[in-house]
């Protein structure tokens, strides 16, 4: 792609040079905020309905309250709190958009799909990002985004450019789509290798009988079938520390929460921590190396880890089930026995008979459960952690491949709307 034939000084110096024929205009001269209301019964628009990065509509069940602003066709849903900047929509039907968008009209000279991955360029989140305001919630200020001055191409030259955005970007998506779905079945192929070891061991001739349990089926002749409660010695979950979130600090003792715990590990980045005292407060919520953490509430329920030394102290919360195992047991095969299907399946059941999402402690413990000697368990471990580190590292091959055709959409966007690259010839080709 080549650059143009000649620049000039934009006059501001975040946007910098600017191709020969572009102006610099502030936005309130080319679209304006829209406050009316919506009508009720509104199709409604949150956003989690709005995914990062890419501007493309997302359906979910999420719900709000109260009646929205109102939105049409056309009009631009930009997401003004900090975490969220990056979530950018030009609305195709009508409807009310919660009060956490900016909903924008352009002009007629104006194109809304322009102006939209201007939005979303790297430069101008940055910019953003650096102009919020508020302690909890940091949001743009609407006098900020108004006020903010951009380089405009004639509106012959912003249809040019969003049509080539529009055609590179689905390229780039279908790409990450097809790394995405190969990713997916190297994991159900992740499941298959665990499930087929934890019911049926690792000698494909073994004997089987009857497991008793019309789910399970046969099992192999010499392995148990017992309740898990004769394989741990503690069940039980922790609690919200008294004064909720306003008692979590930046750094301290580890509260581990439903979001922090997955099938892939424990996931850190997002961990609130309490004061040694409030965790000494909570003694009976302390986890312990070799713990499984088990999550007994919402979306996430089922999903679970376990823990080794390198966490040292941790807490959790009541969503988060701490599950101890004795030395029948070992940490590891409990691990992946609640991970497979003899778990997920006692999840999905309990579920299904009561109603509530959530599990408790007794129906925990009364988890019918399959296990073979402690020796085969380890044999059994070796055996999965081999064959799934063998697919994890196709599986991360791929995640790197789609972080780096996010970096190019990203990096595509901003040259393009910025006029580091001229595409004007592309879109006549």
Known sequence: MKRYDSYKDSGVEWIGEIPEGWEVKRLKYVAKICTEKAEEGAEKVALENIESKTGRYITTDTAFEGEGIRFNQGNILYGKLRPYLAKVWVADFDGAAVGDFFVITTEHHFSSTYLKYRLLSEEFTDLANGSTFGSKMPRVDKEFLTDLPFAVPSLPEQTAIASFLDRKTAEIDQLIANKEKLIALYEEEKTAIINRAVTRGLDPQVTLKPSGVDWLGDIPEYWEVKRLKYFVSKVGSGVTPKGGASVYQLDGIPLLRSQNVHFSG????????????????????????????????????????????????????????????????????????????????????????????????????????????????????????????????????????????????????????????????????
Request: charged letters at 25%.
């Open 266 to 429: 424990l996931k850190m980045d997002d961990v609130a921590y309490i004061t040694q005292e409030t965790h000494d407060d909570m003694g009976n919520s302390k986890v312990m190396s070799g713990d499984v953490l088990l999550n007994i509430t919402g979306a996430s329920i089922g999903r679970c880890y376990f823990t080794d030394d390198a966490l040292g102290e941790a807490n959790v919360n009541q969503h988060v089930c701490i599950i101890r195992p004795t030395s029948s047991i070992t940490t590891m095969f409990l691990y992946y026995l609640l991970r497979s299907d003899v778990g997920q399946k006692q999840i999905d059941i309990e579920q299904t008979g009561s109603g509530r999402e959530g599990l408790n402690f007794e129906s925990l413990k009364n988890f019918v459960l399959i296990v073979p000697e402690y020796t085969e368990q380890a044999s059994i471990v070796t055996h999965i952690e081999t064959e799934c580190s063998r697919l994890d590292t196709i599986i991360d091959k791929f995640k790197l491949q789609i972080e780096l055709f996010k970096e190019y959409r990203t990096t595509l966007i901003s040259e393009v709307v910025t006029g580091k690259i001229d595409v004007r010839d592309e879109v006549a080709a």
